[in-house]
């Protein structure tokens, strides 16, 4: 297993955990995600990647983020580096997140869905 990224929020109250198996080619859920109208500091996101690949996608977001002195647009990136002849494991990768993160509030997500910019305002405000 290795952390490719790792950002330092202190304490957020959610934690997002995505999953990918070097299968996707649009990260858009990324974008939706930091436009959210809650602070980006108060949730944390985890891509969680299941064998080697390093999408050069992230890492070009990643570095743009820093050069434009925002937030990162995730918070973890973690690659098990499995083998490609093992089938994914999901739950697997589920634990990791789960064990690496900071929230109080832990949602796992599709790494392909759309979000709407009130979605970690509404889960906030549901669970208190």
Not at 35 to 61: C, G, H, L, M, N
Not at 71 to 97: R, S, T
Request: net charge positive.
């Amino acid at each position: 297993m290795e952390t490719v990224f790792r950002s330092e929020i202190k304490k957020p109250l959610v934690s997002l955990i995505l999953l990918d198996w070097s299968c996707r080619e649009s990260f858009h859920s990324l974008r939706y995600l930091n436009q959210q109208t809650v602070t980006r500091d108060s949730y944390e996101i985890f891509w969680i990647e299941y064998y080697s690949r390093k999408s050069p996608q992230i890492a070009t977001e990643i570095k743009e983020c820093e050069e434009k002195r925002k937030p990162p647009v995730i918070d973890q990136w973690i690659i098990l580096g499995m083998p490609d002849n093992v089938c994914y494991h999901k739950h697997l990768m589920y634990n990791v997140g789960i064990v690496k993160s900071k929230g109080d509030i832990i949602v796992i997500c599709d790494s392909d869905a759309i979000f709407q910019r009130t979605f970690i305002k509404t889960i906030i405000k549901f669970l208190k």
